[in-house]
């Protein structure tokens, strides 16, 4: 698998990685200047930056052996992602600039970041009781909010657009 754009008319497809890894998830940086993607390229997914024109990808996350999901900030200056560490699959942010990270969840199978539209606060799915539940945390860490259904699971959040 690998990282392709295209032009929304269809035409233009270029190819941007070209390896043996399993190349997934990209992301268009704020700017789109950047797009940001996991890779096994060095042996365990990780996530990786790339210019959006194609070129050489630089790791970007370094703890952890199983770093997926990267979603970066409408600002660009922070990316949050999926980390596995002692067993657990949690939520993860990344100061760019710093290179330092912070756990922002204490649950155990978090996916799906989603950044809101301000940059404040992450969106994510995770499971409490067996059952699929959605979490929002700023992106300081400081305060939980969860949301259930009395029956079925909540998976894949996002955001919508800010109306003005």
Known sequence: TQVYVI???GTGLQR???SDSIDTEPQYSPD???????SDRSGGPQTYRMSANGGEPQRITFDGDY???PRISP?????AFISRREGKFQLYVLDLASHQDQRLSDTVKDESPSFAPNGKYIMYATETANRGTIEEVPI???I???WTTQ???IREPTWGPFIK
């Open 7 to 9: 032009n929304a008319d």
């Open 16 to 18: 941007l990685t070209n």
């Open 32 to 38: 789109g200047q950047s797009i940001y993607f996991t």
């Open 67 to 69: 770093n997926i999901s």
């Open 75 to 79: 600002d660009g200056k922070t990316l």
């Open 140 to 142: 300081d860490g400081q």
């Open 144 to 146: 939980k909010h969860s």
């Open 151 to 153: 029956s079925g699971d």
